[in-house]
């Protein structure tokens, strides 16, 4: 059962444009969102995040979208680097405090191309 | 900068064999997690602990075993292995703040079974 889902598998952009990556998910108790980027051999690291009292997040070229109705968040990088190419993941968590709240679902990923 | 280690980057082991992968973070983190990374399924996670001698069943904590006896250590075990545990094992590490925060990775572990 897969509560976050990422249905496109890759993505190629080309240098200088838009990138857009979709997320999707089921779980109605999911409030906090975060986006991960990982390069091949190295751990992920942390993109951006956003709470669901929010509907927009910017950090830079970074921009994350949420549609609570919709169960839908987006990534928007622009422009988009050739650095940028790599497998971004979202993940979802609740933001009860509670012990056990603090692990995230991840999505399956998106392999994004930057093409120079 | 938070580091987060792990004890191997690359493993090669027989179907059968006992496996540890150690885990070690720096920065006073009470959170730790174990995750596999598969194409197709993304980051599925195994088990976490919010502290010394806790621990949680993650999503698919099958044929795993965790110990963590010191705050900046995690170990995941396999007792014995099997061929479908070959993937990326990457531990993680956060905060314990309430909530969700953002967690910290290692470089993974590329496990294969033969």
């Known amino acids: 059962d897969q509560q976050v889902k990422q249905n496109s598998p890759s993505l190629s952009v080309q240098e200088g444009r838009i990138s857009i990556l979709n997320c999707d998910y089921t779980?109605?108790?999911?409030?906090?969102f975060l986006w991960y980027k990982k390069y091949p051999a190295e751990g992920p690291t942390f993109l951006i995040s956003i709470s669901s009292i929010k509907d927009k997040n910017e950090d830079g070229r970074f921009t994350v979208f949420l549609n609570k109705s919709a169960k839908h968040l987006s990534l928007h990088i622009v422009p988009s680097q050739p650095g940028d190419s790599a497998v971004y993941f979202c993940a979802a968590s609740e933001m009860m405090i509670n012990f056990g709240n603090e692990k995230l679902t991840f999505g399956t990923g998106t392999r994004l191309t930057i093409i120079p | 900068d938070v580091k987060v280690t792990q004890s191997s980057r690359y493993l090669v082991k027989r179907t059968g064999e006992k496996v540890f992968l150690e885990c070690v973070q720096d920065m006073d983190h009470e959170n730790m997690f174990w995750y596999r990374q598969d194409p197709g399924l993304g980051l599925r996670l195994i088990y976490f602990s919010y502290d010394v001698k806790m621990k949680e069943k993650g999503d698919i904590p099958e044929g795993y075993s965790v110990s963590r006896e010191k705050k900046e250590r995690f170990s995941l075990i396999l007792e014995s292995t099997s061929t479908n545990q070959t993937s990326m094992y990457l531990c993680?590490?956060?905060?314990?703040?309430?909530?969700?925060?953002?967690?910290?990775f290692g470089p993974g572990t590329r496990l294969t079974v033969l």
């Open positions: 993680a590490s956060s905060f314990w703040t309430g909530g969700p925060d953002t967690q910290y």
């Open positions: 779980n109605s108790m999911f409030d906090y």
